[in-house]
Nanobody, 120 residues
Framework: VQLQASGGGLVQAGGSLRLSCASSGSTFSNYVTWFRQAPGKERGFVAGISLPGGGTIYADSVLGRFTISRDNAKNTVYLQMNSLKPEDTGVYYC???????????????WGKGTQVTVSS
């Protein structure tokens, strides 16, 4: 299974970006989760989604601003990020696992990250 994250970039505070996580290959790992890592910090949970049912969970810090969604026909999960803040800056990674979890240890597969930079 391979994951490809894309869509990062440089945006001003208050702006929006949409990240994509495209999957290829067959797996029973049906939960996709976005994490982010700022310089000098640990990788932290952002949002997760169940591919079969569409159930979602969010970190408190992004609730109401970010929306995670999936298009199973395209094997792609999206993270719509609105009202971005400088503290949202970091490398965003998508992971895939057998359970929905907020910890990186629960991921079986990882994509390469995509950089998001929010300027003040």
């Amino acid at each position: 299974v391979q994951l490809q994250a894309s869509g990062g970039g440089l945006v001003q505070a208050g702006g929006s970006l949409r990240l994509s996580c495209a999957s290829s290959g067959s797996t029973f790992s049906n939960y996709v989760t976005w994490f982010r890592q700022a310089p000098g910090k640990e990788r932290g949970f952002v949002a997760g989604i169940s591919l079969p049912g569409g159930g979602t969970i969010y970190a408190d810090s992004v609730l109401g601003r970010f929306t995670i969604s999936r298009d199973n026909a395209k094997n792609t999960v999206y993270l719509q990020m609105n009202s971005l803040k400088p503290e949202d800056t970091g490398v965003y990674y998508c992971g895939r696992g057998k359970v929905i979890t907020t910890t990186p240890d629960g991921m079986e597969y990882w994509g390469k990250g995509t950089q998001v930079t929010v300027s003040s």
